[in-house]
T-cell receptor, first 114, second 115 residues
């Protein structure tokens, strides 16, 4: 069990550029979550997959945000036409479905939009 | 709806002091409750959890009891160490009332323990 990994750990981009982040969950976990965390706040839910199906995406912040999990394993989060307000830590978590299931978090990708 | 209210920080304690971080919640169903810890430069790590009323979660000397009557899940430790310095997040999941078992987090409480 290598834990949840995210890549890159840091990303600096210019306003208007597109960025893509990758998350590799714990291998036996069937659920994968994306959260955003801004300074001084707790993580805020964005979207969730069970296997390859995206079952909840209404909390994505705008239509500039999209996520995929094409084969039910790794996932990508893309932000198009980035804005300075997108600067935040983007967290990925994975879990195995069940009562009281625990989400295991990756180290996050810190995005800075200049 | 679901929400978590967490004690404001930052909190500064001397080593071996007693710690309490308050957490109260609002939920429409029967939530599971969690404490996560975030050390500087690292991701969130599960500290402890409780899945039903009156359950007590414990780990590394930390404890929290799920109190349905007061809708609380306060974190306690009898004697803190410098290595406990971190940000602590209270969270709930309520899979019955919302899809996807998303977690709802408090705003976090920063703890600094001084020697």
């Amino acid at each position: 069990d290598t834990g949840v990994s995210q890549d890159p750990r840091h990303k600096i981009t210019k306003r208007g550029q597109n960025v893509t982040f990758r998350c590799d969950p714990i291998s036996e976990h069937n659920r994968l979550y994306w959260y955003r965390q801004t300074l001084g706040q707790g993580p805020e839910f964005l979207t969730y997959f069970q296997n390859e199906a995206q079952l909840e995406k209404s909390r994505l912040l705008s239509d500039r945000f999209s996520a995929e999990r094409p084969k039910g394993s790794f996932s990508t989060l893309e932000i198009q036409r980035t804005e300075q307000g997108d600067s935040a830590m983007y967290l990925c978590a994975s879990s195995q479905a069940g009562l009281g299931e625990t989400q295991y978090f990756g180290p996050g990708t810190r995005l800075l939009v200049l | 709806g679901n929400s978590v209210t967490q004690m404001e920080g930052p909190v500064t304690l001397s080593e071996e002091a007693f710690l309490t971080i308050n957490c109260t919640y609002t939920a429409t169903g029967y939530p599971s409750l969690f404490w996560y810890v975030q050390y500087p430069g690292e991701g969130l790590q599960l500290l402890l959890k409780a899945t039903k009323a009156d359950d007590k979660g414990s780990n590394k000397g930390f404890e929290a009891t799920y109190r349905k009557e007061t809708t609380s899940f306060h974190l306690e430790k009898g004697s803190v160490q410098v290595s406990d310095s971190a940000v602590y997040f209270c969270a709930l999941s309520d899979p019955v009332s919302n899809t996807g078992n998303q977690f709802y987090f408090g705003t976090g409480t920063s703890l600094t323990v001084i020697p």
